[in-house]
Nanobody, 123 residues
Framework: QVQVVECGGGLAPAGGSLGLTCAAG???????VSWFRQAPGKEREFVAG????????YYSDSVKGRFTISRDKAKNTVYLQMDSLKLEDAAVYYC?????????????????WGQGTQVTVFS
């Protein structure tokens, strides 16, 4: 089973930027990849996803226009660029992969999850 590993979380001021990276041990060419996040006391929520071909990206309404998901097929890597961060973006961010072209916003559809990376936004 392909494992994914996230890195790049950390501290950022409100209005600032952070970039997250999701790296897989082998090709993700037939799989879609998404980012989810979970804040304390809240359910895990979909943030952004990109289809297996890398042509279509999807975002939650809360991050649309501020976050950008992209993938580098040659490096088996997916990125999440987070700009104009808000306090409410603070959470543990998870990368997850699923077979098939389409992106799903439903966590149970995903086969493999990373360990998560903490994003903290301060005022």
């Amino acid at each position: 089973q392909v494992q994914v590993v996230e890195c790049g979380g950390g501290l950022a001021p409100a209005g600032g930027s952070l970039g997250l990276t999701c790296a897989a041990g082998r090709s993700l060419v037939t799989e879609s990849v998404s980012w989810f996040r979970q804040a304390p006391g809240k359910e895990r929520e979909f943030v952004a996803g990109i289809d297996s071909r890398g042509g279509m990206a999807y975002y939650s309404d809360s991050v649309k226009g501020r976050f950008t998901i992209s993938r580098d097929k040659a490096k088996n890597t997916v990125y999440l660029q987070m700009d104009s961060l808000k306090l409410e973006d603070a959470a543990v961010y998870y990368c997850a992969r699923k077979t098939g072209t389409a992106v799903s916003r439903n966590p149970p559809d995903y086969l493999s999850w990373g360990q998560g990376t903490q994003v903290t936004v301060f005022s």
